[in-house]
């Protein structure tokens, strides 16, 4: 059965950084892309940042220059390094594998939140 166990969210000031973390399991992720959402009170969820599983990544024009994506394949577990927070960054993220090739083949977790407080 996959789980995505997602950590590492928080109450952060403005100006601060949060890391998150998700540890995937229940099958080898190698081959699939890794990706953080993110839904705030009363909007859609977006995509926040994305990494194929060659290593390429693609992020929101929000969050570029202050977040990093990244992932240990050996590990199962995709990261996003937040720096440079504001409170518009405050919402839910979610952590989500999808497969590359049968993209109908993806995975949530269960969110964890992010407040960021000015």
């Known amino acids: 059965q996959v789980q995505l166990v997602e950590s590492g969210g928080g109450l952060v000031q403005s100006g601060g950084s949060l890391r998150l973390s998700c540890a995937a399991s229940?099958?080898?992720?190698?081959?699939?892309?890794m990706a953080w959402y993110r839904q705030a009170p009363g909007k859609q969820r977006e995509l926040v940042a994305a990494?194929?599983?060659?290593?390429?990544?693609n992020y929101a024009d929000s969050v570029k220059g202050r977040f990093t994506i990244s992932r240990d394949n050996a590990k199962n577990t995709v990261r996003l390094q937040m720096n440079t927070l504001k409170p518009d960054d405050t919402a839910v993220y979610y952590c989500?594998?999808?497969?590359?090739?049968?993209?109908?083949?993806?995975?949530w977790g269960q969110g964890t939140q992010v407040t960021v407080s000015s």
């Open positions: 229940g099958r080898n992720f190698s081959r699939y892309r």
């Open positions: 990494i194929s599983s060659d290593g390429n990544t």
């Open positions: 989500n594998v999808r497969n590359q090739v049968m993209t109908s083949i993806n995975y």
